[in-house]
């Protein structure tokens, strides 16, 4: 059965689904909680089952194999919850947001809420790390052997739902991975998909994704291979 969940600014229109482990993509520098998103819906044959609407967001409509989908829609599959955003969701919407999604977890008796961003660095130097929104969460990061990030600020939609969470008692963590780029970067992602699949004890192929960050950087060594074999002449004004 379809129901709502609403605030003010948005709604959830989808179906209940108890006892479940949540999660979000959203993107951020590197898109990594969308191609993780992404990766999950294919890989698990995760099933479509309902939507965040809000008329604050951008319109817009994803095409999929042929098909316009909403922008932001929520998937389930084998005992997960994916709320999966294609867009950048407005600041002025993410505290009501997230608090609908929180809501909507809360009335669900969600068993917990894993969600994705990352650190926009200079050098790579560290593994994907989490952070926690309560010491239930703290101490089974250390369970599973994750690096724990000791300091710093969690931004958007993964840091208010940290914190809004936490004030219904439900254990919530942030998977970060390190990225070079605000642009795509599936190696960044798959190394939070490493850290995912010890979290929650799961096989998630992230191959795909380390093939694809291969190509990636293949082909942009060609192009800087190219500009240095074919440099422009200066312009004089």
């Not at 068993?111 to 309560?134: D, I, Q, W, Y």
């Amino acid at each position: 059965m379809i129901v709502e969940t609403k605030t003010d600014c948005c709604k959830i229109v989808s179906e209940d689904i108890e006892d479940a482990i949540v999660l979000e993509g959203s993107p951020n520098a590197g898109l990594i909680g969308n191609i993780i998103g992404w990766l999950l819906v294919d890989n698990l044959k995760m099933r479509e089952i309902g939507y965040i609407e809000s008329k604050h967001f951008p319109p817009l409509a994803v095409l999929y194999k042929g098909i316009a989908l909403h922008p932001f829609r929520i998937y389930e599959g084998e005992g997960l919850v994916l709320f999966l955003s294609d867009f950048i969701v407005p600041q002025e919407v993410v505290f009501d947001m997230t608090n609908v999604i929180v809501d909507w977890m809360d009335k669900n008796n969600s068993k917990e809420l894993l969600t994705f961003n990352s650190a926009l660095v200079r050098e790579k130097m560290n593994p994907a790390g989490a952070v926690a929104n309560s010491t239930e969460a703290l101490d089974k990061l250390k369970e599973k052997d994750l690096p724990i990030m000791q300091m710093g600020n969690i931004n958007g939609i993964s840091g208010t739902l940290l914190t809004q969470s936490a004030q219904k008692n439900i254990p919530a963590t942030c998977i970060l991975a390190e990225t070079l780029t605000q642009y795509p970067d599936p190696r960044a992602a798959a190394e939070a998909v490493q850290g995912l699949n010890k979290l929650l004890d799961m096989d998630i192929d992230y191959e795909p994704l380390l093939k694809e960050a291969q190509d990636i950087e293949s082909r942009l060594q060609k192009l800087a291979e190219e500009v240095t074999k074919n440099p422009q002449p200066p312009i004089y004004m």
